[in-house]
């Protein structure tokens, strides 16, 4: 990085807040289950299948919400707002798919963003 001064923290940045954010998203929404309940719920909108997070930039980092918050929203994930602590009446027990999912993408995504710092690293030379 120091062979980039002034560019390897925008290109980290711009790394990070578009591919970035979109693998760990996948990875994420890879591991959110699919309830086999009800029959009617298995007709609606489900999380996995959806548009379901947002996304909150910063120098760095990122942050992966879920969308809306309270079930009764209409469009929300209300189930998706403490996943990974087991709160709620239909969800008894921790997923962790949130911590996962992002453990899961952490190398890919390191691996990836080396591979674009060796890469502006040669094209400067």
Do not use: C
């Not at 309830?35 to 120098?59: I, L, P, Q, V, Y």
């Amino acid at each position: 990085m120091a062979r980039l001064p002034g560019k390897s923290e925008n290109l980290m940045n711009e790394f990070f807040h578009s591919e970035g954010i979109e693998m760990a998203t996948k990875d994420i929404t890879e591991l959110i289950p699919i309830s086999k309940g009800r029959k009617s719920a298995r007709n609606k909108k489900h999380a996995k299948t959806s548009d379901w997070s947002k996304s909150e930039t910063f120098n760095l980092g990122f942050i992966i919400k879920s969308k809306g918050g309270a079930a009764k929203k209409k469009g929300s994930f209300g189930y998706l707002v403490f996943p990974d602590q087991g709160r709620g009446p239909h969800n008894l027990v921790k997923q962790d798919f949130m911590l996962e999912g992002l453990n899961n993408s952490i190398n890919k995504i390191v691996e990836k963003l080396n591979l674009k710092l060796v890469q502006a690293i040669e094209e400067e030379l």
